[in-house]
């Protein structure tokens, strides 16, 4: 009498299974990684944003227009200026990698 052990029908439909979940799983997990480093990438974009207006803030150059490539990369970037005696704030609005809008401000000595 031979015994021949092999995959039945339904262990190989459980081992799919637990496949297609492992990779929704990390799917999902991956996509939320990448959205957190977007997010990170965008916060310092707007942080160079806000220091090149404080530049021409103080050098009394006024609002020049900052170069393309910064702008780019803040989808629907907005600045607001607000002096209050020698206390100048910036504060940068976009539409962050989630779609719910970021802000960064910078408050820095007006001359």
Known sequence: MSHRRGVTLVELMIVVAMLGIM???LGDATRRVQLLG?????QE?????????????????GSIEPPA??????????ITQQQAGKLLTLAL???????SPATR???VFAP
């Open 69 to 78: 490539h910064l702008i780019s990369s803040l989808p629907g970037a907005t």
């Open 45 to 61: 974009q707007a942080q160079i944003l806000l220091d090149y207006h404080a530049q021409c803030a103080m050098s009394g150059q």
């Open 93 to 99: 609005t976009w539409d962050g990698p989630a779609g």
């Open 105 to 107: 401000s910078l408050t």
């Open 23 to 25: 990779t929704a799983c």
């Open 38 to 42: 977007l997010a990170e990438l965008q």
